[in-house]
């Protein structure tokens, strides 16, 4: 898959006050931008992590705290940035008892997280975290296992029907890669057609695995 077929993931950012009615304001934010970029699947524990980062400033800087919530792709991993301006206030991961109401936010985030950490500026500090995402690409799409079968068969279909063309070639373009799925589904349907089946009940029952699965994944484990 080219460039020009991948899913753009820009960073964004937004400015707030550290307040606890902003943390339900910032989940939302949080859960639409996921959904937007195909990471249905991270919006869960994404948005535990930016409250349990907010409620840390709030709890450990002060109410009112301006701060920021960044958020952009490191690799293949999602990272979640919370700004504020106090260099002193660090978080610290604390063994929370069961009865213990300090150190479960970064408790949580540790085990939610792949990592995280705090960094130091001269005028603020950064406590980030790091999500594992299924992506191949910072901006490819999620390495599900149907989406993985159908491109390896894309590819071969691809060299069988234009050899000299897709020589070499290991992802197909976003153009060829189309014309490609919709030669490959008509050839198909032929295929049906002559073993004697009806290739619109095919297509029928297709979509509705398709379907099916769609909303599975949606939904998650």
Avoid at 12 to 26: M, R
Avoid at 33 to 47: F, K, M, R, S, T
Avoid at 106 to 120: C, E
Wanted: proline letters at 5%.
């Amino acid at each position: 898959m080219s460039q020009e077929a991948c899913l753009p993931r820009k960073p964004w950012d937004i400015a707030f006050t550290a307040e606890p009615a902003e943390v339900a304001g910032l989940r939302r934010i949080m859960r639409l931008h996921l959904g937007v970029w195909g990471l249905h699947e991270l919006v869960d524990d994404a948005q535990l992590c930016v409250s349990e980062l907010v409620s840390n400033v709030i709890t450990h800087v002060g109410p009112g705290t301006p701060a920021t919530l960044a958020v952009f792709m490191k690799g293949t991993h999602l990272r979640i940035e919370v700004h504020d301006p106090d260099t002193r206030a660090l978080p610290i991961l604390r063994d929370a008892g069961a009865d213990s109401e300090e150190g479960r936010g970064m408790a949580l985030v540790d085990a939610l997280a792949d990592r995280w950490g705090v960094l130091l500026h001269p005028d603020r500090k950064v406590t980030w975290c790091e999500l594992t995402t299924k992506l191949i690409a910072p901006s490819g799409h999620v390495e599900a296992p149907a989406v993985i079968r159908a491109e390896a068969l894309l590819r071969h279909y691809a060299a069988a029907a234009q050899p000299r063309r897709s020589a070499g070639v290991g992802r197909l373009n976003s153009i060829v890669a189309e014309e490609t799925v919709i030669a490959a589904i008509t050839d198909f349907l032929h295929w049906f057609r002559a073993h004697g089946r009806d290739a619109d009940d095919m297509l029928d029952r297709a979509q509705m695995r398709f379907e099916a699965e769609y909303v599975a994944s949606r939904q998650g484990p």
